[in-house]
């Protein structure tokens, strides 16, 4: 019986997920290419799961990136531009033996990416179909209520308005919606097949929206291809793959958990009504947040297609999915559908912490430059003690994004890098240049002189603004 890692590693040994080249920053030859950091896995613990606190860990950015390979397999892809068709890296990504080894891990990765949901939200108690539904429709007055409040109210929205550049830090944001938004529908299409009665047909009432009623110029994911394309970013299948946070990743993959994993209907029908009823304000608030930042030329239309459907979408899944399934199954459905309505809420309000944090780093990065170099005047004159952990790259060499699980420094001694902490910024890096790297923040770096010396000290608790500061396990080299 093979370990956990030779699972692991048997799954990651597909030369699509090996780790980046150079080049790859962006990635540029099709759809099917997904760089990991495959030596990576080897630290992780597989068998140990995530926590909330851990969401921006390197071990969950492994996990999501895996799972979210997983669960494409089931989508079909082709690139956008006819001339990257390669029907090798096809036949790598759909072919049975990677069918088979995903298979094997997915239900380890999934107990490590999602059983914290089912420990942190506990939906026990003297619930009833009754009580669930006056819940909901508190929930949606809430929601009305709400919005009336100004697309400045929520903090991320404030993150991204406040960074030195808030274009960047909306594509970077854009960029974070794109694994989901691309292929948008495409969990839910896992729903369309059997024979479930009335509530398979509201079901796909609403796919068939998502889906343009066929008019592929009012796909949802054409809309959202528009909205990137009217930024400068290019709308092909996870060419932003390395900026993809975990936390992003894991909103996506929760709805192709709950719908590959047909025991999980109910979670996926409340988790559904959650995404559909808040993003009713949600994509009113990003539409006016892209225009006030890009100004008119931004396509919205897709967030405000949203901002008008999903008042329809939220109505039905109430009326249409949750209402007659209680009806007909009574109060034995109740706990799994608040089980996802308040799972996904968790997750999504985990996502835009953990989006935000990104955002209040690398859009201010002369802030991290300035504390970095206070910290090591501290380690330079000897009043902090702290291994000086020193690394030495060759040209070329790669950095698959990646996070750590500590605050550290990046201390360049010799050569050069170019570094990126997210989307749109890049920086060069020369001797001397230091830089304050907040635990679970994800950057990606590559070295462009013949070799490059750099040291990464652990400041753990020299700083506490950027977050907490507790040791974490071993999840990277
Ligand atoms: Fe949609
Ligand atoms: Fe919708
Ligand atoms: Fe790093």
Request: hydrophobic share 35%; net charge negative.
């Amino acid at each position: 019986m093979p370990s956990i890692k030779e699972l692991i590693s048997e799954y990651s040994s597909n030369p699509l997920f090996r780790d980046a080249e150079a080049t790859e920053i962006l990635i540029n030859s099709g759809p099917y290419r997904r760089p990991t950091r495959v030596n990576d896995n080897a630290f992780i613990n597989f068998d140990k799961v995530l926590t909330a606190k851990d969401i921006g860990s390197n071990s969950s950015l492994s996990t999501h990136r895996m799972l979210l390979n997983i669960y494409e397999a089931d989508l079909y892809f082709l690139p956008r531009d006819p001339k990257k068709l390669d029907r090798t890296a096809e036949k790598q990504f759909y072919n049975a033996g990677n069918l088979l080894a995903g298979e094997k891990v997915r239900p380890i990765l999934e107990n490590k990416a999602f059983s914290f949901l089912n420990s942190d939200i506990s939906t026990q108690g003297p619930w009833n179909g009754d009580m669930m539904l006056t819940y909901f429709n508190e929930y949606l007055q809430r929601e009305q209520a709400d919005a009336k409040l100004g697309f400045d109210a929520s903090p991320l929205n404030r993150a991204i308005l406040n960074a030195d550049h808030p274009d960047q830090a909306a594509k970077h944001y854009l960029i974070q919606m794109a694994p989901d938004f691309l292929s948008e529908s495409s969990a839910m299409a896992r729903y369309s097949l059997g024979g479930y009665g009335q509530v398979q047909s509201a079901l796909f009432n609403i796919l068939i929206d998502e889906y343009g009623a066929s008019v592929h110029e009012q796909k949802h994911s054409s809309l959202f291809e528009k909205a990137m394309a009217s930024v400068d970013l290019e709308p092909d299948i996870h060419r932003y793959w390395q900026f993809y946070q975990a936390s992003s990743l894991a909103l996506t993959n929760y709805f192709h958990y709950v719908t590959k994993n047909k025991t999980e209907f109910f979670r996926y029908v409340g988790a559904l009504f959650f995404t559909e009823s808040s993003l009713i304000n949600v994509a009113g608030n990003q539409s006016k947040l892209f225009k006030e930042i890009f100004g008119t030329h931004v396509d919205t239309l897709y967030f405000d297609e949203h901002h008008h459907i999903d008042r329809h979408h939220g109505d039905m899944v109430l009326k249409k999915l949750i209402m007659p399934l209680l009806n007909e199954y009574g109060d034995q459905v109740v706990p799994d559908i608040l089980q996802g309505f308040e799972e996904f809420r968790y997750l999504q309000q985990l996502a835009d912490e953990d989006l935000q944090a990104q955002i209040e780093w690398a859009g201010h990065i002369n802030e991290a430059i300035e504390h970095g170099k206070n910290l090591y005047a501290q380690i330079e004159d000897g009043s902090v003690v702290v291994p000086l952990e020193t690394f030495l790259e060759a040209n070329d060499e790669r950095s698959t994004t990646h996070t750590h699980p500590d605050d550290r420094l990046l201390v360049i001694e010799s050569g050069e890098m170019d570094f990126w902490p997210m989307y749109g910024e890049e920086y060069h890096f020369r001797p001397g240049d230091i830089l304050f790297v907040p635990k679970h923040r994800l950057h990606g770096s590559v070295v462009t002189s013949p070799e490059c010396v750099y040291h990464q000290p652990l400041v753990d608790g020299m700083m506490r603004r950027y977050g907490e500061t507790d040791n974490q396990e071993a999840e990277c080299k």
